[in-house]
């Protein structure tokens, strides 16, 4: 393609995201009626950004409160609290340009995107071996959060509180513990001293120093059990991911039925199972086992 064609595709592209942003822009007026399912100052702050990120360029308060629709006022408010949670950065000249706090959020949706990605032919494979519900999680400050799952085919299948996009508890699930477990040591230590040990089962560990306890042997032996801890009858194993740094940061998991997750089970079979997941994985995310 020509220098002069290229421009030109590039014109038409620049256009486009304009018209579009602009549209955008129309449907948050300051006398727009309002669907009481949204919050008003949200999508305001929302389209003010892709606003900016449709123009390419830093932008003058007068400039963007055209665009949006808005009130020079509305708007340069709205800019002040961009600029303080660093989402926009304002330049000597007065205008506004988009900041590096949103590359880092697009980095991270990207970064546990790729984690999936890597990870689901092995849940995939793992719950074809063990016919269990296979788990995806992250650590989520101080809780677990579920990013995906393959369910088990078992006629009977129990419905447990991990599934995709639910957070639980990291003192009494195998994810969270050894997720927990392979933080820097002063990084757990602090978190430990924010958790509330709520006691759900008659297994739950609820005081601090048995919880040590616990994650100490994580430590040692690459897994985490959950015997019933979060929910009655429900058992569960998991190991760390890690990354190319060593960093752990994200755990794969097996849950199921305590009838099918017997003691024997568990520690014969679902051990190396698990274990050795989280191993193909680790190496697909760089760890080179150091």
Not at 56 to 74: C, F, M, Q, R, Y
Not at 153 to 165: D, E, H, R, S
Request: hydrophobic share 35%.
């Amino acid at each position: 393609m020509e220098k002069g064609e290229k421009e030109q595709k590039m014109k038409g592209v620049t256009e486009y995201l304009k018209i579009e942003t602009n549209h955008k822009a129309e449907t948050i007026g300051e006398n727009e009626e309002r669907d009481g399912r949204y919050v008003q100052s949200v999508e305001r702050v929302l389209t003010i950004l892709e606003v900016m990120a449709g123009e390419g360029a830093p932008i003058t308060v007068t400039e963007l409160a055209d665009k949006v629709n808005l009130k020079i006022s509305t708007v340069h408010r709205l800019l002040s609290t961009l600029v303080h949670r660093g989402y926009v950065e304002q330049e000597d000249d007065n205008k506004y340009r988009l900041g590096l706090k949103l590359m880092e959020i697009g980095n991270s949706v990207l970064y546990y995107s790729d984690i999936r990605t890597v990870a689901r032919p092995y849940l995939e494979e793992l719950m074809e071996r063990c016919n269990e519900t296979v788990n995806l999680a992250i650590l989520d400050d101080i809780d677990v959060v579920y990013i995906d799952q393959v369910e088990s085919k078992n006629l009977i299948i129990v419905k447990m509180l991990a599934q995709v996009g639910n957070r639980g508890p990291v003192h009494c699930t195998s994810s969270g513990k050894v997720l927990l477990a392979f933080l820097p040591k002063e990084k757990m230590e602090e978190t430990i001293s924010r958790l509330e040990l709520v006691k759900y089962t008659n297994e739950t560990i609820t005081d601090v120093d048995n919880l040590r306890k616990e994650l100490k042997r994580v430590q040692q032996d690459g897994y985490a059990v959950d015997w019933g801890e979060r929910e009655e009858h429900v058992r569960c194993i998991a190991a760390p991911i890690f990354n190319y740094e060593g960093r752990a940061i994200a755990s794969v998991s097996i849950s199921g039925p305590s009838t099918r997750i017997t003691t024997y089970y568990m520690k014969n079979e679902l051990v190396d199972l698990i274990r050795d997941t989280a191993k193909k994985i680790s190496h697909k995310m760089g760890y080179n086992g150091k």
